[in-house]
């Protein structure tokens, strides 16, 4: 039984944080269309990033909570070594630095949604790649049960879109129109991408 002044919780959603553009614009997004609590956790892999800076843009935003784990020494120990044993390069040149930190990162972010008690973790990964794919099979294959949210399929914004959309709601964002590049760091490797370079 519930009394009329008894306050409902909100859903708690887990983001997966990067601090980057997708990431900071689902902050505010999730909360504005979803109308939840949303909690982010950056699983720190070696990014070069300042990520106490990340999570204060986190909460900047309008994170209830904003989470790194170090994951550095696991990844360099369980996933870099043997990928560099097993010459892991992507046709033969590019390595496989990007692919093989998500299983590491979605096993992270699953622990945590769950000590969390958050049903749903959302992701920033774009509709066009196949880190979508990774990151979605990943949490299925470890919590069945739990929900996976990609706004950035959901909000059907172009990068420059996400550019205004950040401006227009004072969010923070580490990228300008005439450099709008994405950066995915680790301890093994360093890919950039974004429209003009695709």
Same mark, same amino acid.
């Given at each position: 039984m519930e009394s %009329?002044?008894?306050k409902k919780e909100k859903p708690k959603i887990l983001? =997966?944080?990067s601090g980057g553009l997708d990431t900071s614009v689902a902050i505010h997004w999730l909360k504005q269309m979803h109308g939840c609590d949303v909690v982010t956790v950056t699983v720190d892999v070696g990014q070069t990033d300042d990520l106490k800076d990340a999570m204060r843009r986190a909460r900047a935003?309008?994170? %209830?909570?904003?989470w790194v784990i170090d994951a550095k020494k696991e990844f =360099?120990? =369980?996933y870099v070594l043997p990928a560099l044993k097993a010459n892991a390069l992507y046709e033969g040149n590019y390595p496989l630095g990007t692919a093989i930190a998500r299983p590491l990162m979605v096993a992270k972010l699953v622990e945590m949604a769950k000590r969390l008690g958050a049903d749903t973790i959302a992701h920033g990964c774009t509709g066009k790649g196949n880190d979508q794919v990774r990151f979605e099979v990943s949490i299925m294959a470890l919590a069945p049960d739990m929900k996976v949210m990609a706004p950035t399929r959901d909000w059907k914004m172009s990068r420059e879109e996400e550019i205004e959309y950040a401006k227009a709601h004072n969010i923070p964002i580490p990228v300008t129109v005439d450099a709008p590049y994405s950066i995915d760091e680790s301890v093994w490797s360093r890919a950039i991408e974004c429209g003009v370079l695709e």
């Amino acid at each position: 039984m519930e009394s %009329s002044d008894q306050k409902k919780e909100k859903p708690k959603i887990l983001l =997966a944080y990067s601090g980057g553009l997708d990431t900071s614009v689902a902050i505010h997004w999730l909360k504005q269309m979803h109308g939840c609590d949303v909690v982010t956790v950056t699983v720190d892999v070696g990014q070069t990033d300042d990520l106490k800076d990340a999570m204060r843009r986190a909460r900047a935003i309008g994170a %209830s909570r904003a989470w790194v784990i170090d994951a550095k020494k696991e990844f =360099a120990d =369980a996933y870099v070594l043997p990928a560099l044993k097993a010459n892991a390069l992507y046709e033969g040149n590019y390595p496989l630095g990007t692919a093989i930190a998500r299983p590491l990162m979605v096993a992270k972010l699953v622990e945590m949604a769950k000590r969390l008690g958050a049903d749903t973790i959302a992701h920033g990964c774009t509709g066009k790649g196949n880190d979508q794919v990774r990151f979605e099979v990943s949490i299925m294959a470890l919590a069945p049960d739990m929900k996976v949210m990609a706004p950035t399929r959901d909000w059907k914004m172009s990068r420059e879109e996400e550019i205004e959309y950040a401006k227009a709601h004072n969010i923070p964002i580490p990228v300008t129109v005439d450099a709008p590049y994405s950066i995915d760091e680790s301890v093994w490797s360093r890919a950039i991408e974004c429209g003009v370079l695709e």
